[in-house]
């Protein structure tokens, strides 16, 4: 599946105002190894099996939140399947260890259990948290999302109707608070996610997952392929070096590609929601200006719509998203106002897995959006899935 787009913005007398470099976008399927498709199948079928309960029950709407955590865990499965053990999920807010052993335990146990609910969402994002914290007002967040107010200048609870002053020390993950729970193991076991996966090979922070290798196999790539590209548009771009973004919507997935991408000596820096505002910067300035500095590791939350990326004429999507406005944004990072070179994008999936049916629920959803006269009531509602649109995920 391959796009074209060779202007940016309106037309005058039939002529574009601005025209940009072609733009390319390719679909990668790629096959799972035997291990991470017998974990797959597993899991999928447990999700089908509790979503068929909730439907036999007409409770589906009320268990929305347990329902968006299934299919984040179908969807990390098709990443990389130690990001549905979790092994990231209590690794942030250590800062806060000293605060949470000074708080009475009735109070580290009621913010552990708001952490501990399936129904836990993001008050920022309203997903599932991925790397889930409590503050000290018993307001859930993903770090990320939150992480700009425990550093930043608006250091005031996000939360609505909330003004608690949050700091390092006043946000817990699951593991801050259960270490300092003392003899409290058995209300812990008690309220623990049902959910486990058997320990095997595959669900380990060492395996190379199927989608890590092929996104290296494509950065390796890079400088053959951008020669030949050059060849083709009749371009001479011999004294730019070819780089790449690589998006992803978990840290831990990112984390899991910087393991390989050691070893294959390539050099990145990387850019998520939990980094300063400096080091972002530094982040940013380095990749466009060093170039032996060739991948930017960036999380889509940290992809906002000012950031200019036009040193990168390649974009790797590591994973899906239901509203393809997101996946947009992301491109046109690379591809805007500066860019001088032709910029190909690689939607990297896994065949036969939920993100086949999400690639389908995203066609349905532009469609939508573009014969839409209201455009902000069209992309607002194209955010959040619909009852019909999780049936379609489960059932189809």
């Known amino acids: 599946m391959n796009y074209s787009f060779q202007l940016l913005g309106t037309l005058v007398n039939g002529e574009p105002i601005i025209k940009l470099p072609p733009k390319s976008i390719s679909l990668k399927s790629i096959e799972f190894s ?21 439907a036999a029950a007409g409770t589906v709407k009320q268990n929305y939140a347990n329902i968006l955590l299934m299919l984040l865990r179908l969807r990390q499965a098709c990443d990389h399947p130690v990001l549905v053990k979790g092994y990231y999920a209590e690794a942030v807010a250590r800062d806060s260890l000293e605060m949470a ?62 003004k608690e002053v949050l700091g390092t020390d006043s946000v817990f993950s699951k593991a801050t608070l259960k270490s300092c ?37 494509i950065l ?39 393991f390989s991408l050691n070893p294959a000596f390539l050099q990145y820096r990387r850019l998520d929601g939990t980094m300063s505002l400096s080091a972002r910067d530094r982040a940013v300035r380095e990749f466009n200006t060093d170039p032996e500095v060739t991948v930017m590791l960036m999380s889509l939350k940290a992809g906002n719509l000012g950031l200019n990326m036009v040193a990168a004429c390649h974009v790797i999507l590591l994973d899906l998203w239901w509203n393809p406005t997101t996946e947009d944004q992301a491109i046109d990072r690379a591809h805007r ?11 990297l999936t896994i065949k036969d897995t939920v993100e086949d049916r999400i690639l389908a629920l995203q066609e349905e959803k532009r469609k939508m959006v573009s014969s839409a006269f209201g455009e902000d009531q069209a992309g607002a509602h194209a955010t959040k899935l619909t009852m019909e649109d999780l049936r379609y995920l489960f059932m189809a």
């Open 181 to 217: 729970i003392s003899d409290g193991s058995d209300d812990i076991a008690s309220t623990s996610s049902s959910f486990h996966v058997d320990e095997c090979s595959i669900v380990q922070s060492g395996y190379v997952s199927s989608k890590i290798k092929a996104t290296v196999d």
């Open 34 to 54: 035997s291990e991470e498709r017998a974990f797959y199948l597993k899991l999928e079928a447990d999700s089908r099996q509790q979503f068929k309960a909730y």
């Open 101 to 162: 052993r000074q708080l009475p335990r009735e109070m580290l146990m009621n913010l552990f259990s708001q952490l501990d609910t399936s129904l836990a969402i993001c008050a920022i994002c309203s997903d599932p948290p991925e790397d889930a914290v409590v503050t000290m007002c018993g307001h859930v967040f993903c770090y990320q999302c939150v992480s700009d107010h425990i550093t930043g200048d608006d250091n005031l609870c996000p939360a609505l109707g909330c």
């Open 337 to 347: 106002i500066g860019q001088t070179r032709p910029v190909t994008v690689s939607r």
């Open 220 to 258: 390796n790539s890079l400088e053959i392929y951008h020669a030949s590209e050059a060849e083709n548009c009749g371009g001479d771009y011999s004294d730019k070096p070819a780089k790449a973004i690589v998006f992803s919507q978990w840290t831990g997935m990112l984390d899991l590609l910087e």
